[in-house]
């Protein structure tokens, strides 16, 4: 469900893995000293090839990050995990089957938050992750209140007023699983974190995000 500039996510798996969606912070300076490897060579090999504009490594991400531009504008994410980007994927491509709407609302949001500068996690912003599963959750609640989840331009201006002002981060979170947006106390305190802000509950893992 990219844009014409969407980033492309690579994920470098049978090194290490987080035990839950993210990295805690005492594991996350030995996946960057990986990171920093892995880019020393990755800029040997642009030297020859001359073809990186820029590369920064960031290090203090719940997932760190090589982040990557060609000189053809292409931005890449390189991250060290597990299996869990591809099961989700595999998640997302099974409800996109069940959600014909899901994909044009999804690309919408992308490209109105990106030039606004409000698509990437890492300054504050909303990953494609989060606004996927968020607009997912939308689609089950309006199905089951009986909403033409086929109107996509009703299904967007409720999305906006769902998760807009009145939205209360504190007290409720994303759940695909438990059927769209619900009360946080229907899931493990011991996970209430980060109560001012949007919560995401991965249905694969049950973590949240």
């Known amino acids: 469900m990219g844009i014409t500039d969407s980033d492309l996510d690579i994920v470098i798996t049978g090194l290490c893995q987080p035990r839950t969606g993210i990295y805690e912070k005492h594991e996350r300076p030995a996946i960057a000293r990986m990171l920093d490897r892995l880019a020393a060579q990755l800029i040997q090999v642009a030297q020859s090839l001359g073809g990186i504009q820029t590369l920064i490594v960031i290090r203090t991400a719940p997932m760190p990050i090589i982040r990557l531009t060609t000189r053809e504008g292409l931005v890449l994410d390189l991250s060290i995990g597990g299996a869990g980007p591809h099961t989700a994927a595999i998640y997302i491509q099974d409800r996109l089957a069940q959600y014909p709407a899901l994909r044009p609302l999804v690309i919408v949001l992308k490209a109105y938050l990106k030039p606004q500068q409000l698509n990437n996690v890492y300054v504050g ?6 606004l996927t599963y968020m607009m997912l959750a939308h689609l089950q609640m309006e199905e089951a209140a009986g909403s033409d989840t086929k109107d996509l331009g009703l299904m967007l201006i409720q999305f906006c007023e769902r998760f807009g002002p009145d939205y209360d981060p504190c007290s409720v979170v994303v759940s695909v699983t438990a059927g769209g947006v619900v009360s946080r106390q229907r ?13 995401v509950v991965d249905p694969n893992t049950g973590e949240w995000g």
């Open 187 to 199: 899931h493990s305190p011991a996970q209430s974190k980060h109560p001012g802000r949007i919560c």
């Open 125 to 130: 912003g909303l990953a494609s992750y989060g």
